[in-house]
């Protein structure tokens, strides 16, 4: 019998167990290092706290134009457009707009004529400077086929918003308003063309400072049907109420 049988001498141990510790620690390791990581990733914050924008939705429809003295022009259409300030977007919703062409030769001459053209857009901003506003063109067109301005409007689209229906809203009225020749020479060059005048640019009208000097008249009016639904103003710090 050999001295070294049946005896544990230091170092004749076997290597495996010390690979198992290490093994196991290294896996705790990882273990502490999952965890860590989960603290680490940042929870989804609240919907309230990360509003960065409120919306307004507009229903309604432009209902008729009247004109005191008449249309001068057999049928009556117009061309509408939604203008608003920088912070605004347009989410839903047309821009520009073209309604039918109609008339009021069936009945008297300055009985309203009827368009009943359906309004529905969203927009969204963070800021309420700019409110949209609708600019409308009014055309006229004779039993010839030829069309000419009869006038502009705009009116701002409704802060508050309305318990009733849109369809039983409450009517708004806007002037609308003929550019007026500056000159006596541009008044007879008109009248020699058949022309009335137009603006390059009508939106100049929106703006108080720019629109200064314009020479402008009334020749009827415009009426609106419109309601207006807010979210989220509140949040931003908005709180307006009717």
């Known amino acids: 019998m050999s001295a070294s049988e049946g005896i544990s ?19 705790k390791k990882g273990r502490k290092k999952s965890k860590s990581a989960k603290e680490s990733v940042p929870e989804p914050m609240d919907a309230k706290a990360t509003a960065t924008y409120f919306s307004v939705s507009i229903m309604g429809q432009i209902v008729s134009a009247t004109f005191p003295m008449g249309p001068d022009k057999e049928f009556v259409f117009l061309r509408y457009e939604m203008v608003a300030g920088p912070d605004w977007q347009l989410s839903s919703g047309p821009q520009h707009g073209l309604t039918q062409m109609a008339t009021n030769k069936r009945g008297h001459f300055n009985e309203p004529i009827v368009f009943n053209m359906p309004i529905e857009v969203t927009f969204k901003s963070t800021s309420p400077f700019g409110w949209p506003q609708i600019l409308v063109s009014v055309f ?22 309305c318990r009733r229906p849109a369809d039983q809203a409450e009517l708004l009225e806007a002037p609308i308003l003929m550019p007026k020749c500056p000159t006596m020479l541009a008044d007879i ?10 603006l390059k640019d009508p939106k100049v009208l929106l703006d108080n400072l720019k629109c200064k000097g314009l020479s402008m008249e009334s020749y009827g009016s415009l009426q609106f049907q419109l309601s207006s639904v807010m979210r989220g103003a509140r949040k931003l710090g908005y709180q307006w109420h009717s």
Do not use: C
């Not at 001498?9 to 896996?27: F, S």
């Not at 086929?145 to 009116?155: N, Q, S, V």
């Open 140 to 161: 006229g067109r004779s039993g010839m086929g030829r069309e000419t301005l009869l006038g502009y409007t705009h009116i701002h689209l409704p802060v508050f918003g």
């Open 189 to 198: 060059t008109s009248w020699l063309l058949r022309r009335e005048p137009e």
């Open 9 to 27: 001498l230091p170092g004749n141990g076997d290597a495996n167990p010390p690979r198992e510790n290490h093994k196991q620690k290294t896996r």
